[in-house]
């Protein structure tokens, strides 16, 4: 079974805080995915990553970064965070070769900026 | 540019009654991927099918049925049979084929539907 994982399911930090969400996955996936979900609007692409070092930008980039130092981890990053970007972040990743494939999502970070 | 459209934004039914999830999209691709996920209270994205553009014949999994109908850019899912454990909301994705865009793409969703089946 593909297994992906999120260091926090709920976090809670304060405007201005520089925040770091963790995703791992163990199944050797070259794709991996940051999302974001909000009530009505439903899933947005964030940032999603095809390689080690390699990152694209997604729907709505703007105010996050991202990390991918080694295959399995993918780090998302809010520079200073704030009250708007209070949503659940979703991580996921694919096998990705030479067709789409599934992409496998972790259980949600729940992030609440004060 | 893609988009997934699912108008239904909650349908609550009695238990054991059937139940169809529409889920409309638009491309311009020829070929394309569609995707369902059952989201459940906990929050955790759980796949349920994929199907890609060229297969267009329906698929059955137990009580879940998935009818796909490219005249009218259409991936409708029923569950037969309804229970309280299915309970949750559904996301329909689409996501166009590697090359389109260049590498890895992500998905794009429909805003959901919340089903609720009452006991």
């Known amino acids: 079974d593909v297994k992906v994982t999120q260091s926090s399911r709920y976090l809670v930090k304060r405007t201005g805080e520089k925040v770091f969400l963790e995703c791992v996955q163990d199944m050797d996936h070259e794709n991996m995915f940051w999302y974001r979900q909000d009530p009505g609007l439903g899933l947005r692409l964030i940032y999603f990553?095809?390689?080690?070092?390699?990152?694209e930008k997604g729907d709505i980039p703007e105010g996050y970064s991202v990390s991918r130092e080694k295959k399995e981890r993918f780090s998302l990053i809010l520079e200073s965070a704030s009250t708007n970007q209070t949503s659940m972040y979703l991580c996921a990743s694919s096998r990705g070769t030479s067709e789409q494939e599934t992409q496998y999502f972790g259980p949600g970070t729940r992030l609440l900026v004060l | 540019a893609q988009k997934v459209t699912q108008a239904q934004t909650e349908i609550s039914v009695v238990e054991k009654e059937d139940v169809t999830l529409d889920c409309v999209y638009e491309?311009?691709?020829?070929?394309?991927?569609l995707f369902w996920y059952k989201q459940p209270p906990s929050g955790e994205l759980v796949f349920l099918i994929r199907?890609?553009?060229?297969?267009?014949q329906n698929e059955i999994s137990g009580r879940y049925s998935w009818n796909f109908q490219k005249s009218t850019s259409s991936f409708n899912f029923t569950i037969t049979a309804s229970q309280v454990v299915d309970s949750a909301v559904y996301f329909c994705?689409?996501?166009?084929?590697?090359?389109?865009?260049?590498?890895?793409?992500?998905?794009?969703f429909g805003k959901g539907t919340h089903l609720i089946i009452q006991p």
């Open positions: 990553s095809y390689d080690v070092k390699m990152k």
């Open positions: 491309t311009r691709d020829t070929t394309y991927y």
């Open positions: 994705a689409l996501s166009e084929a590697i090359g389109s865009g260049g590498g890895a793409d992500g998905l794009t």
């Open positions: 199907r890609n553009s060229f297969d267009e």
